[in-house]
């Protein structure tokens, strides 16, 4: 396995950011003002949060006399015109907790920021970031609803290259939606005329059925009987973040613990289920009729014969959990935890999404079932290091932080990376307390060793 401790620095130095006040970036064109409504599946009471991610960028000689801020900004502007929700404003109506947005043409929140520093400094480039509260809108600012659902910074570095961050608000778009709209504000930076690939609304593909009626089990949000989510470890904990980088040998050696009729399974089935099991052994050690589970999205893009429109930028997962005792994952080999990560994603089919929008609906849009739980989400599919506003590919993109979530340490994700000698990487990052992290990399380590 690449580097269990992140790499320091080239030098240990303390992030120095002089931000301007925040301003409001409203779309280039006036655009209608309407009430859209989210669809059942983007309203979820666990989709309620910001995503926060982040762009490295090089500087470019080509662009000599090229002011980033400056470019991205009114490539915002101009790309709010086609994704003018985004403008726009969250409101909560009566029902429930339903979400729709106001397209008010308010606009996103957008800060100019400088530091002292050059892109090496940074060493190497994933979470946990030196000074990462620094390079993302202060979360003062933050909100979900009567607030912007966008919260972006721009930071230029004294080499002359610069960090594009932004902060999403979950229940307007999933990865894919974040991605595509990154897309259009870079190619608009590019002077394109018009995004290559235009937004599609059409939130009603994932609304409840007229006649709700819940077809599927859906574990994953069963059994709640508290929006308050609570923490499994104490307050005073010590909790450290890391970030875990696997290669390609380090996906042999996993795969070379399992059975032959696993041994087509996919990657992600792997990490997810090693993941897992090394978690439960580091924060559940003497607990074995704990219920543990973790959660994972699984995307319905192209999956089904009623195909999403391209251009859909709206969620369209959905969240599988596959679901063990404590013990029964620590003493079973992994691949007893593969068969059970496996097993729920292929459950995942059209009635399915039907059957958890009328659940959704009848229930209240639930919090998901957090109780002894690891979320884990799958973006390796999504190439944000693509993402180019003229300064050429991010030299990182991805998640900001391995601290997400309501309560930290309970929320990762898997990330492409592709280095600049052309090295491809899945990064995790885990945030979890320092005695339990230690376990947790000695127990990654045993499986790393081909079998």
């Known amino acids: 396995m690449g580097d269990c401790n992140p790499p320091l620095p080239s030098k240990e130095f303390t992030l120095m950011v002089n931000r301007k006040p925040p301003e409001i970036i409203v779309p280039a064109e006036p655009t209608p003002h309407e009430l859209k409504p989210l669809s059942d599946i983007d309203d979820q009471q666990g989709l309620w949060f910001l995503v926060p991610v982040i762009h490295f960028y090089s500087a470019n000689s080509n662009m000599t006399g ?7 900004r009114e490539a915002i502007s101009k790309a709010l015109v086609y994704y003018y929700p985004l403008a726009g404003r969250l409101r909560q109506v009566a029902d429930g907790n339903k979400l729709v947005v106001e397209c008010t043409g308010e606009g996103v929140l957008f800060i100019e920021a400088n530091a002292d520093a050059t892109l090496n400094e940074f060493g190497e480039l994933h979470p946990p970031f030196i000074g990462i509260d620094n390079l993302l ?9 009567d607030c912007p659902v966008l919260f972006i910074q721009v930071t230029r570095l004294k080499c002359g290259g610069f960090i594009f961050s932004s902060c999403v608000n979950h229940t307007m778009c999933d990865a894919f939606g974040m991605f595509q709209f990154f897309m259009a504000v870079s190619e608009l930076a590019r002077e394109f005329e018009a995004p290559t690939l235009l937004p ?22 069963e059994g709640v009987i508290s929006d308050t989510i609570i923490s499994p470890f104490s307050e005073d904990a010590d909790m450290v973040e890391r970030t875990f980088v696997f290669k390609r040998d380090d996906i042999a050696a996993l795969r ?4 032959p009729h696993l041994h087509n399974c996919s990657t992600l089935d792997i990490l997810l289920s090693c993941i897992w099991r090394s978690r439960t052994i580091a924060v559940f050690p003497d607990d074995d009729d704990d219920e543990v ?8 893009r192209n999956r089904f014969e009623t195909q999403i429109p391209q251009g859909y930028y709206g969620n369209a997962f959905a969240m599988c959990a596959a679901i063990a005792r404590a013990g029964n994952l620590v003493r079973k080999p992994l691949h007893y935890a593969i068969e059970l990560v496996k097993d729920k994603k292929h459950a995942i089919k059209e009635d399915y999404m039907k059957s958890l929008a009328d659940f959704m609906v009848t229930r209240g849009r639930p919090q998901l079932m957090l109780s002894n739980a690891f979320i884990v ?3 390796t599919r999504i190439e944000f290091q693509q993402v180019d506003f003229g300064w050429g590919k991010a030299a990182y993109a991805g998640v900001a932080t391995g601290r997400l979530g309501p309560v930290e340490g309970i929320c990762s994700h898997c990330i492409g990376y592709n ?14 307390p320092s005695k339990a992290m230690e376990i947790f990399t000695k127990e990654l380590e045993k499986l790393l060793v081909f079998h």
């Open 66 to 72: 090229q002011d980033p801020v400056g470019v991205i």
């Open 137 to 145: 809108v202060p979360n003062s600012y933050y909100g979900i609803t």
């Open 200 to 221: 599609v609304w059409e939130r009603h593909i994932f609304n409840a059925r007229k006649q709700p009626r819940v077809t599927h089990a859906h574990p994953e949000y």
């Open 256 to 259: 070379s613990h399992l059975p």
């Open 293 to 300: 589970r973790i959660i994972y999205p699984v995307s319905v």
């Open 377 to 379: 989400a799958d973006n």
């Open 419 to 432: 280095n600049e000698k052309g090295g491809s990487r899945i990064l995790i990052p885990v945030c979890l």
